[in-house]
């Protein structure tokens, strides 16, 4: 299982350097898929920036869903930080057996996840499984923009300790990896590839399933 150090991720990583990039990829979110209202989850979330983010601009209820108890914990310290806690909470649980009912979530979205499930064509399945009628996904990876990218890796460059870590427990991802996988699933959507600034799985289910 997938093992990571969350406190320092945390406090490092998503409050630290990428702390431009969470409020960044929210607001594309919502800007692509106009959902503002009703239930969100954060799939994998880790520590869970990119739902409070979400949730900061929106008035949706988030749910931030991650498989470590230690991610949970981090996720917990920050949504009570940000003053989130009506709306906001975390939970246990793993990508690939999402615990919330067919048709119950408004949109389901994901940064930096994807790439290390264990199976990515049941999560995705997951996912659509979940959204309601009309609901979206926004699953992926990325900086957001190529400006971001580059201060990303400028601060790198600058701090060791922010190494990439975690890269060899990545799953390969072959171009046309995703389309393949939304194909299996009967999934109609889209694969937003920029080598820059990151690759994105998005969709929108459009009838019961």
């Keep these: 299982m997938y093992q990571m150090d969350a406190k320092d991720y945390n406090e490092n990583v998503m409050k630290g350097l990428f702390r431009k990039i969470y409020p960044f990829i929210a607001h594309q979110i919502t800007e692509r898929t106009n959902i503002r209202e009703g239930f969100c989850l954060d799939l994998g979330g880790g520590p869970g920036m990119l739902g409070i983010s979400i949730a900061e601009i929106t008035t949706l209820n988030v749910v931030i869903y991650d498989l470590l108890p230690e991610c949970i914990e981090e996720a917990q310290k920050n949504i009570e930080e940000r003053g989130l806690k009506q709306r906001v909470s975390a939970r ?83 171009p046309g990896h995703f389309e393949n996988i939304l194909k299996e699933c009967n999934i109609p959507g889209s694969i937003v590839e920029n080598s820059m600034a990151g690759t994105w799985i998005i969709f929108q289910k459009t009838s019961l399933k």
């Design 92 to 174: 246990q649980g793993k990508a690939e057996d999402i615990v919330f009912p067919d048709n119950s979530i408004d949109l389901v979205i994901s940064r930096g996840s994807v790439f290390f499930w264990e199976d990515q064509k049941k999560g995705l399945c997951e996912a659509y499984r979940v959204l309601k009628p009309g609901g979206w996904a926004y699953i992926g990876g990325g900086m957001g923009s190529v400006d971001l990218l580059l201060e990303v890796q400028m601060e790198r460059a600058k701090n060791p300790q922010f190494a990439e870590k975690g890269d060899n427990k990545r799953i390969p991802n072959p």
